[in-house]
């Protein structure tokens, strides 16, 4: 014999929130880092955040346009340590091959080559200065817009100076010399710690007539040099390092286009295979319209 409920019990479901997540011992909650060969770094202040506030830029500009005997911007701090002493390790890790030597007699150094592959810190390093946003911060320091990088660093990369070498003052490049490009301006990281101002090789800012300030390579030190027709510089005093160590620094350029922030009519917007016949009416009546009328015209439709 077989019984039958007459009714269905239910049975009470206890709600119980979802457990915390399980916090990592010494490690933000929130924090994007990356490590490289064991080194963490933190990825919100690879820049300097201190750097890219609105008060902070409008200093740096003001210091900037006052600096002698040109335009320039020298900064302490604004890439972290870590990530430089990473880049610095680096150069040891290039191969011969990766080198290109210049012997003038005007110059001795060596850069790295054209579109050589880089070393991950070093390589960190050229994505954030050469993105659109570190793009945008030193537009908003130098009043240079629309400003362009180099990914393959023509005259750029890693640079490094020898016992006895120096560079003989001088005018960057107006052109880049592949692309066209005007250059607008260099920027440079030196790598050199515990510097000592004897050893020579000190960056030397000159007018017309002499050396008018320098800029010792000390590591973390990065200068900004917008380029000019008196933008004239150099290390005349030979590398002379009681030790025998190399000057290094990374630099990468800036550059401009001139018909850049302008619009060109259709050769500035997608062209469709199949226009609408409104889009199609507008473009003859544009084509028979004389430009300061049809400006006129779109000035008083867009009040």
Same mark, same amino acid.
């Given at each position: 014999m077989s019984a039958q409920l007459s009714h269905t019990i239910e049975l009470p479901v206890l709600e119980q929130p979802l457990p915390k997540p399980f916090p990592?011992?010494?490690?933000?909650?929130?924090?994007?880092?990356?490590?490289?060969?064991?080194? /963490? $770094?933190?990825? !919100?202040?690879?820049?300097n955040p201190a750097f890219l506030e609105a008060e902070r830029r409008a200093d740096l500009r003001r210091q900037l346009e006052a600096a002698k005997p040109f335009e320039h911007l020298v900064v302490d701090g604004l890439f972290h340590p870590a990530l430089l002493e990473l880049v610095a390790e680096e150069f040891d890790m290039q191969t011969e091959t990766s080198w290109a030597d210049v012997t003038s007699r005007y110059e001795r150094l060596r850069r790295s080559a054209l579109n050589v592959r880089l070393g991950p810190a070093t390589q960190l390093?050229?994505?954030?200065?050469?993105?659109?946003?570190?793009?945008?911060?030193?537009?908003?320091?130098?009043?240079?817009?629309?400003?362009?990088?180099?990914? /393959? $660093?023509?005259? !750029?990369g890693l640079h490094e100076s020898r016992t006895g070498a120096t560079f003989a003052v001088h005018r960057d490049f107006n052109r880049h010399p592949h692309l066209g490009l005007k250059n607008e301006m260099v920027f440079i990281t030196y790598l050199n710690k515990g510097w000592d101002p004897e050893w020579g090789s000190a960056l030397e800012?000159?007018?017309?007539?002499?050396?008018?300030?320098?800029?010792?390579?000390?590591f973390g030190r990065t200068i900004l040099m917008p380029h000019g027709p008196n933008s004239f510089h150099g290390h005349t005093?030979?590398?002379?390092?009681?030790?025998?160590?190399?000057r290094r620094s990374v630099a990468a350029y800036f550059y401009s286009s001139?018909?850049?922030g302008r619009q060109h009519g259709v050769e500035a917007g997608s062209v469709f295979m199949q226009k609408h016949h409104a889009d199609r009416v507008k473009a003859v009546a544009r084509m028979l319209t004389p430009p300061l009328v049809w400006g006129l015209a779109r000035r008083m439709i867009r009040r």
């Open positions: 990592l011992a010494g490690l933000e909650p929130q924090a994007d880092f990356l490590c490289i060969r064991g080194v /963490r $770094l933190p990825l !919100g202040e690879l820049v390093y050229f994505d954030l200065v050469n993105s659109g946003w570190f793009g945008e911060w030193l537009s908003s320091v130098s009043g240079a817009q629309y400003l362009l990088p180099d990914p /393959r $660093l023509f005259g !750029g800012l000159w007018d017309k007539k002499r050396c008018v300030s320098t800029v010792q390579p000390e005093k030979p590398l002379q390092a009681a030790d025998g160590r190399p001139e018909p850049a």
